[in-house]
Each structure stands twice: as C-alpha cells, then as structure tokens.
C-alpha cells in the first residue's frame, strides 16, 4: 500500500477529513463537492481496477460545508474474484492518509416489507452472511466500534431535521453475483437483518481494526427476493437509486457538516 498511499498524498497535496465510499448508483455525490482533485484508480500504482456497471472507479477529492472529502466512486467485491486483501485497499489507503472518519454507502435489498425501496438506511449492525468459512450462523456484529454511536446518532437528527424519512438496522452480506434465491433472503431476515447486500461488511470490519469511525448507510434499492413479487434486475437497483439520489446526496451532505 505504501506506493499507492504516497501517490495519493502526493496528488491530493492535502489531508482529507473524511472518507466516503460511494454505492451502486450513488456515485453523484461527488460531483457535489467544491475545488475537485480527481484520481482514477488506474493511475494509482499496485492498486486495483473496477469492472462494475454503474461504479466509475475513481477518487475524487473536494470540499463540503467546509469539511474535507475523499469520495471512492466505485469499489471492489468479493464477487469480481477479488481476495478480502484486495476489497479493503481503499480502507486501507484511507487509514494511510490519515482520514479517521468513514462513511460507507451501498445500495441494497429491503427484507421488510415496511421499508420500501428508496427508504434509507442507517446500518447499526452487520452480519456476514457468506457463509464461506463455516456452515454456523453468523454472529450479529453491532458494537460501536464498527457503528459509531455518534455518527449514527448525527445521521438521525439530520435525516430528521431535513424531513428525510430514516430507518436503522442490520446491513447481511452475502457473496453474490447473483441476487439471493428466497430461502436466503429468508434466512438473513430470521437471523435478524434488516438489509442485505453485497458489500460493505469487509470494508467495515477493516475500519474497525484500524480504529476509524465508521457510519453505514443503506439505500434500499429494492425488496430482496420473495419479498414482493416483483422480479429484481440490476437495472431497478440503478433506477431507484437515480430516483433517490437527490434525497440520499442532501442527507449525506449535511450528515458531513454535521460532523
Ligand atoms: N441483494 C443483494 N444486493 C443488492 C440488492 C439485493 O436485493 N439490491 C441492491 N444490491
């Protein structure tokens, strides 16, 4: 990570205060910010590429209400083949830069018919719902260290000063490509989930090792499968997101002045 963090340092030629990483469809937050310094990730040495609809793959540097912001538009998945090494680079290269704050944002499937899609979540638990290493459940993950109180507490009064309707709850990762069969979806939603995704939990338990504060927030794209009985397509998760994302940008924006 060492050349990759210089190159970036370097470039920026200042030391951001908070990092955000952008979700599916979510990535216009960015062009939101002031005095822009953008990177593409392919510029970047021994760092990795995205291949993913709807993910642009660069770092753009700027200002928000004052506040200091590196946005990542675009990251990597478990399911593009990349190792756990390689999805947490960009925690990582935060955490090399000095930033102590991380926002991390997703788009992902509602398993509660009482949380539509574009209804908004904030994620104050997380469970890792892969399945790759054991056939155990997994543990529910909901200590401040990985869900700051602070942050989510700031997401609510904002949500709420804004009049932006907000939910909070635990965010399932599962492996992907695919979208969950029913059964899964059933699954995540006994153990306790409110969100699943495909996503976000590596990246999150990362943070936490290195000692950031980390708030978690979920567009909810869709219902996840079997849910209603609409079909889901990548497609409907991009629509609704472009839908919502007028909404999702003012709230991140004034979560960030806030903090
Ligand atoms: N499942 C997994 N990932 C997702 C979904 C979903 O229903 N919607 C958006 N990302």
């Given at each position: 990570m060492k050349s990759a963090i210089e190159f970036v340092k370097k470039q920026l030629g200042d030391i951001p205060e908070i990092a955000v990483v952008l979700g599916s469809g979510l990535?216009?937050?960015?062009?939101?910010?002031?005095?822009k310094t953008t990177i593409p990730y392919?510029?970047?040495?021994n760092y990795p590429q995205t291949s993913i609809?709807?993910?642009?793959g660069q770092f753009i540097f700027g200002t928000i209400g004052g506040k200091k912001v590196l946005a990542a538009q675009g990251r990597f998945h478990y399911?593009?083949?990349?190792?756990l090494e390689t999805i947490v680079k960009p925690i990582k290269l935060f955490h090399g830069l000095g930033i102590k704050t991380l926002i991390i944002t997703n788009a992902a499937g509602s398993l509660d018919k009482a949380f539509p899609p574009g209804t908004i979540m904030g994620v104050n638990g997380h469970m890792d719902c892969t399945y790759r290493d054991s056939c155990e459940d997994p543990a529910m993950m909901n200590h401040a260290k990985y869900h700051d109180e602070a942050l989510l507490k700031g997401f609510k009064t904002i949500a709420n000063n804004l009049a932006i309707p907000v939910t909070i709850g635990t965010y399932c990762w599962t492996m992907g490509p695919n979208y969950e069969t029913p059964a899964e979806v059933q699954n995540c939603k006994e153990l306790g989930g409110q969100a699943v995704g495909m996503s976000t939990v590596p990246e999150i338990q990362m943070g936490a090792e290195l000692d950031m504060s980390i708030l978690g927030i979920s567009l909810l794209t869709n219902y996840a499968a079997g849910i209603s009985k609409t079909e889901l397509s990548h497609d409907e998760v991009i629509e609704t997101a472009n839908q919502t994302e007028a909404k999702f940008v003012q709230l991140l924006t004034g979560i960030i002045k806030n903090i």
């Open positions: 990535g216009s937050f960015a062009n939101r910010l002031n005095n392919e510029a970047i040495p609809i709807g993910h642009s399911y593009e083949g990349h190792n």
